[in-house]
């Protein structure tokens, strides 16, 4: 070990190497990654085009957008979490608990559109803030605190609703909200615009800002960023109610956009999709890697996925199994090229 | 014993490590009953060599003889199985087990049903021979982790008793030991070895050498060095042999007179020993060195004063005015920084860039409403990492591929261009090589002439003497005396270390 150290130290000392290619500034931060995946997307693209040319038809291509917009808001989230080393399983049942209660306060009780915006996302973000605060200050595993989350929510939305499915009717008195789920700007989904604006936004949090700096430099290793003077307790408290802010957008954007929220089944699953697409955009679990453009296309990918199953006919039977096989191919892929890539700095 | 077949020879044993020659053509030899004492610098390859011996790394030239036979040995059981057993310095219990799951973990009796299960009762029986000639007065079934250091140390020792060993390697045995302590194992020892069990001991503390040793080899820079028969074993040529010449000592410049008092600690307690309190100055321009035992509580000090393990009491003053100290944040805004022992956990983020790790603690200069302005920051990291001299291309170079001497300055970088008022380093030079050693000690009498605070922890006895314009020397918490530079030397600081009586206070 300790031969090791110093051997590698020397070579550092006698031969400077050339910054390798994961060490070299790319514009778009560090795109190498990205490219691999961003290659899968075009090659399954272009591939269930051929196979089925409805698949670059404009109501598909809209359909698409849509969804890529819905999932891409919160898989932002989910990969902020995990570059800081966490992960936040309570996504899907949080949107169940806040479809409930936005079509109780909306349909049922009329409280103002903006009032009831602001009154889910503070629900959101007041439990991500919970969450962060038991990792940290417990402290306890992210993993346990919200698969907790996972469970509770699911609970607390059936019970409030009675188990009954709720909705919004036609939208009256907050059309205008329903228009950002279901509605078009110059033929764009509205959702895929929205997405677009938090994704510039996080971008520059995260591959710009300070706090940016302090979530890779928590997630990469905690006790060097508190000797360097980060709290890093509130840095990763921080992600949980940021992850909680943008459960709850696409929360609002899903319940309009399905009308029709059934507390056990609603948002299902989908912190998993949250995190498949962080993973396959190159955030990885044990933290400090991932970026907004690399989340972004995971979560394209995913959706493509499920188009390609619909559009080619494969039994929807075997969805998941596709979308599960295509995501471990892709991280298999990632580590062998990050291997390779390690093997050469060595030699 | 030159008569007889050595049980152990090692000839021209060469290794190679991705564009390092660890070892170049070393030789080594040990007789039946004989202790050898394997010293030399860090990175001078005992370590290597001994884990070749130990099957952990393959030679890729030369012969291993046992009892005179050609051994090739591929990987941990071979060496068992010809004889050789390995303490690391690191011990490798398993504190869920009870001592005698230890002692024959891998091979453990069977009840010899078709489950396979373990006989536990047999086992235990088994174990308590090996135990008690240990002296060591436990039972065979009381859990690891009830067990102190030296204790499950001992039942490491049982185990390589109970697989035969003829030879035994002890890397840094005594690194963690109490002076008690060490001086049973120094029995033990003596006691193995009258029993015909041949011994390599690894050790950097000399006097333990002396004690023990029958014959010394010196390794430096992966080659021999030479040897020292039992007659010839004294402190000055052992250094003379580890490092090649005789170390003269620093001249340090008289310390100037009349400096003001720059960190003035008072009272503080730790959580290791919270009833202990802790009280010293540092003076602006004075490296204030702090010696002691592993163990005796330094590094809580530091990490105190520094905030990142809060103190559970006592008084900070910097130039005069009360400082509170909760968090690290409150340490560095003060200018009081930290350089931590352990570099790659605490000092330094060895996946991000050099650039990132020098602006870390300082984004905020480097920023606009938040935003970090690239530019200023490449151009801040740039010029701190060239004032440093930082040997890497550029500043995007992970740390991760920066030799130790290279970490530890871009952790220096990350403070100095921060203004530094007081700055503790924490084993400066650990796991650095000679060159780069004599590189940091220059940037911290600079410090000093510039008129920073100084204080060093140090278990490096040369280091301290060498660097301290003044010594305080801790024992079990609290300090048990200062020594002015005149008064400092290996016995008057070895002496404190102990426990000895000193001018303390407490």
Redesign the interface.
Known sequence: ?????????????N?????GP????LPLGNARKELGIFGLLVVLCLFTGIRNPQFFGVYNLQDLARLVGIYGIFSIGAGIVIITGGIDLSVGSVFALEGVLAAMMLDESHWPALLAVIACLAVTMGLGLFHGLLITRVPLQPFIVTLCGLLFYRGLARFIANDQTKGFGSGEGFEGLMNLATGKLLGVPAPFIVMIVIAVIMW?VLH????G?YL??VG??E?????????SQRVIASAYVVSGALAGITGLLLAFYTNSISPSSHGNSYELYGIAAAVLGGCSLRG?EGSIIGILIGTALLQVLQNLVNLLGIPSSLNFAVVGAVILLGVITDEVIKRRSARK??A | MAQTVPVLEMQGISKRFAGVQALQNVSLEVGRGEVVALIGENGAGKSTLMKILGGVHQPDAGEIRINGQPTVIRGVSDAIKAGVSFIHQELNVLDNLDAAGNVFLGREPLTGGPLRLVDRARMREEAQPYLDRLGLGIAADTPLDRLSLAQQQMVEIAKALSLNAQILIMDEPTSSLTLAETERLIHVVQDLRAHGVSIVYISHRLGEVKTLADRVVGLRDGKNAGGLSKEEITHERMVKLMVGRDLEKFQAAPPEAGRAVRLSVRGLRTRRYPDREVSFDIHGGEILGMAGLVGAGRSEVAQAIFGVDAPLGGALTLDGQALTVRSAQDAIRHGIYLAPEDRRRSGVIVDMSIRDNITLPALGRYATGGLIRRGAEERGAEEASRSLRVKAPTTDFLVRNLSGGNQQKVVLAKWLSLGPKVLIFDEPTRGIDVGAKAEIYDLMRGLAKEGVALLMISSDMEEVLNLSDRVAVMHEGRISGFLSRQEASEESIMQLAVGGAGKGTR
């Open positions: 070990m300790i031969n090791q150290e110093t051997s590698q130290g020397e070579k550092g000392q031969t400077p190497r050339l910054p994961e060490t070299r500034r520059i710009r800002s300070i706090y700096r890779y430099a990469r290793n006790e060097a960023a508190r000797y360097s003077g980060i709290n400090g700095v060595k």
